[in-house]
């Protein structure tokens, strides 16, 4: 199978064949972490850049040892960090590293389509690590490649997504991603935090997309409960009474999760607040996949790396 875009963008962009053939390619790639000696020599000579102007902790780790464990060049950059603070813009930035020939460069940024900008300015491989609320097409594969694992197919299942959709670009990814493979996606939170093109979204996923009108219905005989955090540091009014009130309404508890699917898998994307969106015997409990969710980011990032620089697919 074939995966011929230079960057990755979105999983808006991508064919199932697409979707498959990353998925695949990560299954193949697990068993390296597994190793007592973690390192393939796939991306000798190959160098990546992390360019991060958000904070993280999964993403870019996991792009890292990514990176290291296929022997590429591994190097993080943060806005923080870097001469972005004495006023360069993002496209003077991407220009200068890409004077130093980078094979990828993983960007995360708060605006909407900042990696789409760069892909059309540099040579180098772009692959979004979430821009604004737009989308993290990584979390959403590895997320497939969770359920996949634990499910063994994707296609026919009912997940819901919970929580802060207006300021998530997790769940925008996944809907994409999950509607595009078949499963039936139901979307759940308070009404002020479901942003109105998901509708539209509805409309362009066949049917196959819902709004739930309670947390409850979202929830209601799931085969996967996917929470997502509230994202405050994207809000500049206020969308609840307060977090208490919101725990109550929206939180996952084990109670709430009995209206699942007695099988049903838990999934978040973190990093998690305990006791806001999702309670601590939750996270705790068999059913939580969110240390496997991070433990999958690694072979998913392994194989996009893979799949833009490393084959001879492009
Ligand atoms: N899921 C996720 O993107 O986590 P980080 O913000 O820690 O990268």
Not at 240 to 266: H, M, N, W
């Amino acid at each position: 199978m074939a995966f011929n875009s230079k960057d990755l963008l979105g999983i808006r962009d991508l064919t199932v064949e697409d979707i498959e053939t990353v998925l695949e390619t990560a299954e193949s790639f697990k068993e390296v972490s597994a190793r007592a000696i973690k390192k393939v020599p796939t991306l000798r000579g190959k160098t990546v850049i992390n360019l991060f102007f958000e904070p993280s902790t999964r993403t870019r780790t996991s792009f890292e040892i990514a990176a290291k464990r296929m022997s590429a060049d591994a190097v993080n950059i943060s806005a923080t960090t870097s001469s972005i603070t004495k006023g360069e813009t993002l496209i003077d930035t991407a220009r200068n590293l890409e004077a130093m020939s980078p094979d990828a460069i993983v960007i995360r940024h708060p605006s909407p389509g900042a990696p789409h900008q760069l892909a059309g300015l540099v040579n180098a491989s772009i692959i979004n690590g979430g821009d604004g609320a737009h989308e993290h097409p990584t979390q959403a594969l590895l997320d497939a490649f969770t359920i996949r694992e634990h499910k063994k197919r994707i296609s026919g299942l009912k997940i819901a997504i919970v929580g802060d959709i207006m300021h998530s670009r997790v769940a925008r990814s996944n809907t994409h991603l999950l509607t595009k493979l078949g499963a039936h996606v139901r979307i759940g939170g308070p009404r002020t935090m479901i942003p109105p093109d998901y509708q539209k979204i509805a409309g362009a996923c066949e049917g196959s997309l819902t709004v739930a009108s309670s947390v409850d219905e979202a929830i209601s005989g799931a085969d996967v409960v996917m929470m997502l955090r509230i994202q405050r540091e994207r809000m500049s009014e206020a969308f609840f009474p307060s977090l208490k009130e919101y725990s109550i309404q929206y939180g996952l508890t084990l109670r709430r999760l009995d209206l699942a699917d007695r099988d049903c898998i838990v999934m978040h994307p973190g990093p998690i607040n305990r006791g806001v969106e999702i309670n601590s015997d939750v996270v705790d409990s068999k059913r939580s996949l969110i240390l496997d969710q991070v433990t999958n980011g690694v072979a998913v990032r392994m194989a996009v790396l893979f799949l833009l620089v490393g084959s001879e697919a492009r």
